[in-house]
């Protein structure tokens, strides 16, 4: 077993993801049930780009909210992975707009995801644009950013 942190394996990567995909699916039951005062309780226009942004927004300040502060969301910590700058630093709060919008394209084309397969240090799209990378970690330490 590896004793410093190393490239994330895909697999811990999914189920990361996953852990963190029914996280937001809850933030998002939240967030709309916040928007009903404003429509009278009435249901709201799903295919509405305004609602879209909104739920993009609430999705973005998520992920950067926790990848600015120690670099882990829930599913991150869980999976012990982490995402940091260049040399371990932490990530800001541009290159956390670049990875999630760079982690959109990468999700929706799959290939994105997949390039960490053959990429030399096993890096995905948003990590490559963005200019960061996710390490796993061993053991039960919890990873700690400068």
Request: glycine fraction near 8%.
């Amino acid at each position: 077993m590896h004793a410093s942190p190393y490239p994330a394996p895909l697999p811990r990567r999914l189920a990361a993801a996953f852990y963190d995909l029914l996280l937001m699916l809850a933030l998002w039951f939240v967030a709309i049930a916040a928007l009903l005062p404003f429509t009278g309780g009435h249901a709201l226009d799903g295919s509405s780009p305004i609602f879209r942004l909104y739920l993009l927004a609430v999705s973005y300040l998520f992920f950067s909210w926790f990848w600015t502060r120690g670099g882990q969301t829930l599913g991150m910590r869980a999976w012990r992975l982490q995402v940091r700058g260049p040399a371990g630093t932490a990530v800001d709060w541009r290159q956390a707009l670049l990875r999630y919008c760079a982690a959109w394209v990468a999700w929706l084309s799959v290939i994105g995801i997949l390039w960490c397969l053959v990429d030399p240090q096993k890096r995905c799209w948003q990590d490559i644009f963005s200019h960061t990378e996710v390490v796993a970690h061993p053991g039960g330490k919890r990873l700690q950013v400068p």
